[in-house]
């Protein structure tokens, strides 16, 4: 069975700073991964979507980048704002399956 | 429409009613999934549609838990004599195939929450 573990589960830094978010999967079989950003009391909105052939995606400030082999994606995030401030979520998505597996999630909190 | 819809964004249920849930996905999007996300956790998968037909329900956590999308697009999600620890924010995502190629991009809804006292 799929696991999906982020470190940290939080996360405090102040504005301006470069910061990673880590995230580790069990299953290398994937078929894509995805990272999300939820905001408190909100739905989740897609940020960056690696297929399983690719080795990163670049939009704007944010970078994703995939080890398959090593089971690990981690989001960078450049230059980081209070407006960054949200959950970060990476789910994978089986190659056997549609759905997708979720992690926990990293709290990010941008101190102005 | 422009994205997912979810209505309603919050339920306050009395232990034993039943409550229905209801997800209207973007335009066109073929596949369907809801999730379930507890307090501080990441979303929990449910089941999933392809157009009307339910291809994966493994996910529901008991036969209180039924989903429907019978013309393919809007979707409800329906739990009968709810109990405490159906209180969640359940979660519709909708996704399409593109230029034959499935993306997999999922797109959620801002949710509804559920609180059962």
């Known amino acids: 069975k799929q696991e999906v573990t982020q470190i940290p589960a939080a996360l405090s830094v102040p504005e301006g700073e470069n910061l990673v978010l880590n995230c580790s999967f069990t299953?290398?079989?994937?078929?894509?991964l995805q990272w999300f950003r939820q905001d408190p009391g909100k739905g989740l909105t897609s940020l960056l979507l690696?297929?399983?052939?690719?080795r990163e995606q670049t939009s704007g400030r944010l970078n994703a980048s995939l080890d398959k082999s090593s089971g690990r994606s981690t989001l960078y995030i450049a230059a980081s704002q209070p407006g960054d401030s949200a959950t970060y979520l990476c789910a994978v998505r089986p190659g056997s399956a549609r759905q997708l597996t979720f992690g926990s999630g990293t709290q990010l909190t941008v101190l102005p | 429409g422009a994205g997912v819809s979810q209505s309603p964004r919050y339920k306050v249920a009395k232990r034993g009613q039943d409550v229905a849930l209801r997800c209207d996905p973007i335009s066109g999007h073929v596949s369907l999934f809801w999730y379930q996300q507890a307090l501080g956790q990441g979303p929990e998968f449910l089941t999933y549609f392809q157009n009307e037909a339910q291809l994966d329900k493994s996910g529901l956590p008991s036969d209180r838990f039924f989903a429907e999308r019978p013309e393919g697009s809007v979707s409800t999600l329906k739990i009968q004599r709810t109990q405490q620890e159906d209180s969640a924010v359940y979660l519709c995502a909708s996704s399409s195939r593109i230029s034959g190629r499935y993306s997999g991009e999922l797109f959620f809804g801002e949710g509804s929450r559920l609180t059962v006292l």
């Open positions: 299953d290398s079989a994937i078929y894509n």
């Open positions: 690696i297929q399983s052939s690719q």
